[in-house]
Each structure stands twice: as C-alpha cells, then as structure tokens.
T-cell receptor
Framework: GESVGLHLPTLSVQEGDNSIINCAYSNSASDYFIWYKQESGKGPQFIIDIRSNMDKRQGQRVTVLLNKTVKHLSLQIAATQPGDSAVYFCAENIGGTYKYIFGTGTRLKVLA | DTGVSQDPRHKITKRGQNVTFRCDPISEHNRLYWYRQTLGQGPEFLTYFQNEAQLEKSRLLSDRFSAERPKGSFSTLEIQRTEQGDSAMYLC????????????FGDGTRLSIL
C-alpha cells in the first residue's frame, strides 16, 4: 500500500528499547492533546490523550508528557515492538473550538 | 462499536469529473469531521457537523467542495470539477458530544486524479 509520510522525520529503535517521540504544539490556548498512530493505507488510530490540567498520563506501554511552559508534548513507548512501526502524529485542540490541528508526524521504525 | 466506515476506499477519476464519498460514523457519535491528508503531512481540517448542522468550514473547502449530513447520521463529501490538486486521502472522523472528546478516524478514501 501507499506510504504515509515519505519524507517525515524518522526515529529508528531496536526492538525492546523504549521510544520517545516529540511534538511542539503551536497554540497556547490549546487545552486537549491526542497522540495518533497511522499505519500505511489506514486512518489515524487513537493512542492516548491528555488534558492541559495534567502533565503526565499513562496507558498500556505508552506515556504522554505535557510541558505547557515550552508547548511540548512527548509520547513514550515502552519495550517497542515491530507492530509499533508507523507514523505518529500529535494533535492539539484549541479550547472552545472543534478543530484539531495535527503536527507534521514522526515515522517510527523498529529494528529487529 | 463498529468504527468509522468510509466508502469507497479508492477512487480514480479524470480531471473535471465529479466525485462523492460517503462516511458512516460510529453510531452514538453526533459529531462528524472531514479532513484531507496529502503525503508527508498530517490531516488538515475541512469541515465539521454536529448532528445535521454544518458548524464550521475551513477556507480549504473551496466552492467545488460540498458536504452534507442530511439526517445527522452518515455524511457525504462531493467534489465537483475535480483538479489535479484534489488528489489526496480524504478522512472522516467522529466523536461524542462534549469537551475534550477524542476523534476516531475511518481508513479514508484515496482520490487519484488522472
């Protein structure tokens, strides 16, 4: 199938290592953030979200960190697996609107 | 929860033709969104419906684009007089009512203009 994001920044990690994917968001009025995973030929898949009144949230093997001071979001994936290979997008929602603004995306490659 | 469904998955057409895509949201979601995604980019917002009302439209949505959600369930996106620049993936998403509700996406319709 077609690739998503042919010229995206790429992070290569060894299987079993931890991955950290970073995102700088643009609007200080954004109050809700989501990380999505997108595999080739598919739509973005919800991974984890965080509200601006939090600075950390954990899910299964994933953790999202939010630093509002520098408008930075990160996604940590523990014990990265081959199935984690995909393009990852952060999305921000500006409070009071229904529009989500997506970042550029990062391609994660898991090396066996 | 059967997920967001989009049809067709792929559409190839000649420049100047009209195309229509369909989106069936998750059944209990009353909000529906259309996005466009080109290679190497994140999805770009096109328009948003709450029930049958179209509440927001991006300036990306030119006069050749129209979206409807007549009964507040499925939605259609029509592009008239297609141009080369319309080639993209068209994604639909839906969410529940309320603040800070995650949007769930379908697998998109890939449009190729010859």
């Amino acid at each position: 199938g077609e690739s998503v994001g042919l010229h995206l920044p790429t992070l290569s990690v060894q299987e079993g290592d931890n991955s950290i994917i970073n995102c700088a968001y643009s609007n200080s009025a954004s109050d809700y953030f989501i990380w999505y995973k997108q595999e080739s030929g598919k739509g973005p898949q919800f991974i984890i979200d965080i509200r601006s009144n939090m600075d950390k949230r954990q899910g299964q093997r994933v953790t999202v960190l939010l630093n509002k001071t520098v408008k930075h979001l990160s996604l940590q994936i523990a014990a990265t697996q081959p199935g984690d290979s995909a393009v990852y997008f952060c999305a921000e929602n500006i409070g009071g609107t229904y529009k989500y603004i997506f970042g550029t995306g990062t391609r994660l490659k898991v090396l066996a | 929860d059967t997920g967001v469904s989009q049809d067709p998955r792929h559409k190839i057409t000649k420049r100047g033709q009209n195309v229509t895509f369909r989106c069936d949201p998750i059944s209990e979601h009353n909000r529906l969104y259309w996005y466009r995604q080109t290679l190497g980019q994140g999805p770009e917002f096109l328009t948003y419906f709450q029930n049958e009302a179209q509440l927001e439209k991006s300036r990306l949505l030119s006069d050749r684009f129209s979206a409807e959600r007549p009964k507040g369930s499925f939605s259609t996106l029509e592009i008239q007089r297609t141009e080369q620049g319309d080639s993209a993936m068209y994604l639909c998403a839906s969410s529940r009512r309320g603040d800070n509700q995650p949007q769930h996406f379908g697998d998109g319709t890939r449009l190729s203009i010859l």
